[in-house]
């Protein structure tokens, strides 16, 4: 059974800082690894997804990359902003067969960029 | 907005009542999903549906629950006799079968009293 842990479980920064969080997957046979953020109350925002053949993906401040062989993903977010401010989620999507569906999710580290 | 769609946003009820949720996904997205969010925790895989078979169910979806999708459009979500371990934030995704990137919807917020 896939199982996602997310590092740290908050994390609270000065405005303009650059970040990193981390993700570990148990099973490393994952068709993608999508990260999200998730404001107070609401749904998923899809930030980046990285396949399994891929290292890394960036768009605009965020870079996130992929070691299956290990199981770890990390987002880098660089100059940070207090609009930044959310939970953020990642999860694996299960290599299984041609059936590729079940996302199975971390906890989510909740980050705070302070003004 | 051609974004996934959820109602309703809110739904407060009574222990015992049923509640229907709707999910309407991504025009041309054939893959929807829906999944279980508590707080504090990442959210769980309920079920998923191809066009309009539903090819998988969690151990997590008890028998109270039953989702459907006829003509493989929009999705129902049916809790019968609510508990108030059903009070959670139910989430829908759809995907298109080529990319397998899931898209969310806002989510319907649960409460049972």
Known sequence: KQEVTQIPAALSVPEGENLVLNCSFT????????????????????????????????????????????GRSTLYIAASQPGDSATYLCAALEASGGSNYKLTFGKGTLLTVNP | DTGVSQD????????????????????????????????GQGPEFLTYFQNEAQLEKSR???DRFSAERPKGSF??????????????????ASSFRGTSEQFFGPGTRLTVL
């Open chain 1, 27 to 70: 099973d490393s046979a994952i068709y993608n690894l999508q990260w999200f953020r998730q404001d107070p109350g609401k749904g998923l925002t899809s930030l980046l997804l990285i396949q399994s053949s891929q290292r890394e993906q960036t768009s605009g401040r965020l870079n996130a990359s992929l070691d299956k062989s290990s």
């Open chain 2, 8 to 39: 309703p946003r809110h739904k407060i009820t009574k222990r015992g009542q049923n509640v229907t949720f709707r999910c309407d996904p991504i025009s041309e997205h054939n893959r929807l999903y829906w999944y279980r969010q508590t707080l």
């Open chain 2, 60 to 62: 997590l979806l008890s």
């Open chain 2, 75 to 92: 999705s129902t979500l049916e809790i019968q006799r609510t508990e108030q371990g059903d009070s959670a934030m139910y989430l829908c």
